[in-house]
């Protein structure tokens, strides 16, 4: 099937969910996965799995930004992650400097070389506080900024931008997604650990939503 946008699909609850809302619109993205460093490499195998079982082509591009940034603690090598329930100051250290953007100008490419005209990607109303690039004003600004440098005027979208968590949860549901295949703590290990700001995030999400979360064990 022919790809008719981009999106980047992390592995992640809300790249998941939005990959099965642009199925269900009739959408055939082409998905883009990244390798940058992170230490919780397992939502690389959920993005590749997802995208396998719907029959999708999956692009996982490797860009070593632990080589590079030395103070996020979601980097290899970095300081290790919080615990706790996400606020600024412990969940500061989890910021990779200016990944949306420098994520983001790949997937553009990508559009630009394919001949299509849209990025899309999950960020959401719970990631304002703590991560600049999930803000309206920076989704605004790369999407134009996109469209002044492409002869295709790639548009960067963010369905998501303001839902909360609970309610892509509630989404995922509708449209019965795996959350099996989904994978959101940014530990290393091969279980979440409960513990850190996403794990404790995504419980808060599912118990708000009232369903059930299969992806956790």
Same mark, same amino acid.
């Given at each position: 099937m022919k790809g008719d946008c981009v999106l980047i699909l992390s592995?992640?609850?809300?790249?998941?969910? %939005?990959?099965?809302? %642009? %199925? &269900?619109?009739?959408?055939s993205p082409v998905t883009l996965?990244?390798?940058?460093? /992170?230490?919780?490499? !397992? @939502?690389? &195998? $959920?993005? !590749?799995?997802?995208?396998? #079982?719907l029959c999708l082509e999956n692009i996982v591009y490797n860009i070593p930004l632990e080589r590079i940034f030395h103070g996020s603690s979601l980097l290899s090598g970095g300081i290790d992650i919080? @615990?706790?329930?996400?606020t600024e100051e412990t969940q500061r250290s989890t910021v990779v400097p200016n990944r949306n953007m420098i994520l983001l100008s790949f997937a553009v490419g990508l559009a630009e070389d394919r001949g299509l005209c849209e990025v899309y990607y999950g960020a959401h109303m719970n990631d304002r506080t703590i991560y600049p690039?999930? *803000?309206?004003?920076? #989704? @605004?600004?790369?999407s134009r900024a996109s469209q002044e440098g492409t002869y295709n005027n790639v548009r960067v979208i963010a369905p998501f931008?303001?839902?909360? !968590?609970? +309610?892509?949860v509630k989404e995922g549901a509708r449209l019965k997604v795996p959350f099996e295949n989904t994978w959101s703590c940014y530990k290393g290990g091969s279980v979440p650990?409960? !513990?850190?700001?996403?794990? /404790? &995030? *995504? +419980? @808060?999400?599912?118990?708000?939503?009232?369903? $059930?979360?299969?992806?956790?064990m």
């Open positions: 592995g992640g609850l809300d790249s998941t969910v %939005l990959l099965y809302k %642009l %199925l &269900e619109e009739g959408r996965t990244f390798d940058y460093g /992170q230490k919780h490499k !397992k @939502e690389i &195998e $959920k993005a !590749k799995a997802t995208s396998d #079982i919080p @615990e706790g329930y996400y690039d999930c *803000r309206p004003s920076f #989704i @605004e600004a790369v931008m303001d839902w909360r !968590k609970s +309610e892509i650990c409960g !513990k850190c700001g996403t794990c /404790q &995030e *995504r +419980e @808060e999400a599912f118990r708000i939503a009232g369903v $059930k979360d299969t992806g956790v």
